[in-house]
């Protein structure tokens, strides 16, 4: 890879785990909110470290060592860094099982969103579909059945790694949901800042699979996955100790990142049943999707009412259209 491909994918990567782990910058800041000086300290230092290198380094490993059982644990790490011809050779041939996999844990997590996540309406159609969210399943099941249908012909590992994907899928979701429902125990201060240090690290540890998979459709390079992941997980905790209220205000960002999973995970799948798509593809179309809701979002956030300062110097809002109110939105940020 040249030098500006292997610029691209990896700011291509950092955006993608950016944008897609804006969910967790969020609960990380909510809990962390509620936690002494001292355990903001550590999580913020220690917690990128972990998030970092060992996270984002050992889950591409071991994805590497699924897609190839026959090396073993020793021999998966040394292909995931090795620059030897016939490693990358067997990389490339266990790549339809690896992509296959991660293209419909994407896909599935895309349709998971359209259909039963509460979210901003920021396209044509999302409403109705929303309305339609008892059919994911069946939606889910028929995707799931062609999928295997037409990955049989490309081998039987191949199908079977697209059940593994779905399988992926709805055990991160299980654990996602479970995150959601103890977030409001987190907050209620009932548990030690040590619990809740390891709580938020598993928290990180079950988002992060999305980013780490999307990650494949860029590159099949670990190292350069670290790399970009690993500078987007600094990115998210970056997010986190500041104005987390203005990230909640982008109303659209979680659409543009749903949207980019969508296009990943069918450049998996392609990938996967041995159509070609070319490499930088993946990183120009992640910064052509999130840019444009990330304009959308500005251009939404323009139109809200703005907040001016009264003679006492206390906050009051202004309205931005004749006979409207506005509404004073407080300012949020975590000091380390």
């Known amino acids: ?63 590497v060592w699924l897609a190839l059982p026959g090396l073993g644990p020793i021999g998966a790490f040394a292909a995931a860094f090795s620059s030897d011809p016939r490693v990358q050779e067997a990389v490339e041939k266990a790549a339809p099982i690896l992509l296959m996999g991660g293209g419909v844990f994407l896909v599935l997590l895309f349709l998971h969103w359209l259909f039963l996540e509460p979210k901003q309406f920021g396209l044509a159609g999302e409403k109705f579909f929303a309305s339609q969210g008892a059919w994911f399943f069946a939606v889910a099941a028929v995707f799931l059945s062609l999928t295997v249908w037409f990955s049989l012909r490309i081998g039987s590992m191949v199908a079977f790694s697209a059940v593994i994907g779905s399988t992926l899928f709805f055990i991160t979701h299980g654990f996602k949901e479970n995150a959601e429902a103890q977030e409001k125990r987190l907050m209620t201060g009932s548990l030690s800042d040590l619990s809740k240090i390891l709580y938020l690290e598993i928290i990180d540890m079950t988002f992060s699979i999305d980013g780490v998979l999307g990650a494949f459709a860029f590159t099949l390079s670990v190292p350069i996955i670290i790399l970009g992941n690993g500078l987007g997980a600094v990115v998210v905790r970056q997010i986190t100790v500041g104005n987390i209220e203005r990230i909640r205000r982008l109303r659209f960002i ?83």
């Open 254 to 336: 979680k659409n543009g990142a749903m949207y980019s999973i969508l296009f990943l995970g069918a450049v998996m799948m392609c990938d996967g049943m041995g159509v070609h798509v070319p490499q930088w593809l993946s990183p120009a179309a992640t910064f052509s999707i999130v840019g444009a809701f990330f304009v959308k979002s500005l251009l939404a956030l323009a139109k809200e009412p703005k907040k001016t300062t009264s003679a006492a110097g206390k906050p009051r809002t202004r309205a931005s259209g004749r006979g409207g109110r506005g509404r004073q939105v407080p300012r949020s940020g975590i000091s380390p």
């Open 1 to 63: 890879m040249s030098f500006f491909a292997v610029a691209l994918t990896i700011l291509g990567l950092a955006v993608f785990e950016t944008v897609s782990s804006a969910d967790n910058a969020i609960i990380n800041a909510e809990v962390l909110s509620g936690m002494g000086a001292r355990a903001r300290r550590w999580f913020l230092l220690w917690g990128i470290l972990f998030a970092v290198f060992v996270v984002r380094g050992l889950l591409p490993w071991l994805i």
